[in-house]
């Protein structure tokens, strides 16, 4: 069976790829060989015929992979939509057998892998076909990135309970500040309540980072990542 996570979030926007970044890194400081991916990338730059899937190959970077960016991001859109209308509007179909093929090939070389899913988990990737249930083919534990303040808490416990439901498992939930924090109540209070309420535990709090370097996201993940958690399914 395939380890690592599936890096789903509670909107778009909400810091995936730079959690997910974050986690590569917390599991290469476990001495883990850990590979990622970006199965689906909308939005994606052009560079004459080939579209260049950004997040696809940030995460290409973080982990060090030699594999060809088509592999670790084998579905791209131009469109700054989600997958299921940019691929009406751009007359291609998403291949689920070959995203499953490119994270099968990986899953086999790393020990475990980050796969970040595509804004939320009922963004459509075909007519009957979201992201929920691509994070169920691919079969990892997901982890749901959350972005802090009034509104977190309902948005967080739709995402967690709904993938529950489903009968995905999900290993825990990071609040990540993708802005300077405001200091309001709202902020303040989220992690005791979600602690209270949520029914899996919030395994990160990721500061906001002025410059997101390597040595940024490594310290982040030291003093606010929960290992103990993320172990328990490595
Ligand atoms: N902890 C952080 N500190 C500072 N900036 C952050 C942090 N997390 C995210 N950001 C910034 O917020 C923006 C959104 O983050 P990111 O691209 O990771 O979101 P995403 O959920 O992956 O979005 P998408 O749905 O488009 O894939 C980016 O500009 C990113 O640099
Ligand atoms: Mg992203």
């Known amino acids: 069976m395939p380890?690592?996570?599936?890096?789903?979030?509670?909107?778009?926007?909400?810091?995936?790829?730079?959690?997910?970044?974050?986690?590569?890194?917390a599991l290469e400081m476990l001495g883990i060989r850990v590979g990622a991916m970006k199965p689906i990338e909308s939005g994606c730059g052009r560079e004459g015929d080939v579209l260049i899937p950004f997040d696809g190959m940030a995460l290409k970077q973080t982990a060090r992979m030699e594999e060809p960016a088509t592999l670790i991001t084998p579905c791209c859109f131009e469109s700054p939509l989600a997958?299921?209308?940019?691929?009406?509007?751009?007359?291609?179909?998403?291949?689920?057998?070959?995203?499953?093929?490119?994270?099968?090939?990986?899953?086999?070389?790393?020990?475990?892998?980050?796969?970040?899913?595509?804004?939320?988990l009922l963004v459509p990737i075909k007519k009957n076909?979201?992201?929920?249930?691509?994070?169920?083919?691919?079969?990892?534990?997901?982890?749901?990135?959350?972005?802090?303040g009034l509104g977190t808490i309902n948005h967080t416990l739709l995402t967690v309970k709904y993938a529950l439901r489903e009968g995905l498992t999900v290993a825990g939930v990071i609040i990540n500040y993708t802005m300077p924090p405001e200091n309001n109540?709202?902020?303040?209070?989220?992690?005791?309540?979600?602690?209270?309420?949520?029914?899996?535990?919030?395994?990160?709090?990721?500061?906001?980072?002025?410059?997101?370097?390597?040595?940024?996201?490594?310290?982040?993940?030291?003093?606010?990542?929960?290992?103990?958690?993320?172990?328990?399914?490595?």
Do not use: H, W
């Open 129 to 148: 076909y979201a992201v929920i249930n691509l994070a169920a083919d691919i079969g990892l534990p997901l982890l749901v990135v959350a972005k802090p």
């Open 3 to 25: 380890k690592g996570f599936f890096v789903t979030g509670t909107d778009t926007g909400v810091g995936k790829t730079i959690m997910s970044m974050a986690l590569i890194r």
């Open 83 to 120: 997958p299921f209308p940019a691929s009406e509007i751009e007359l291609r179909k998403v291949n689920i057998p070959a995203i499953k093929n490119a994270f099968a090939k990986l899953a086999q070389k790393y020990e475990a892998m980050v796969v970040e899913g595509v804004g939320g």
């Open 185 to 234: 109540l709202a902020e303040e209070t989220n992690v005791q309540v979600l602690n209270k309420i949520c029914p899996v535990p919030v395994i990160g709090i990721s500061p906001y980072l002025k410059n997101i370097t390597e040595e940024a996201l490594e310290k982040t993940v030291r003093k606010n990542f929960d290992m103990q958690v993320l172990r328990r399914y490595l």
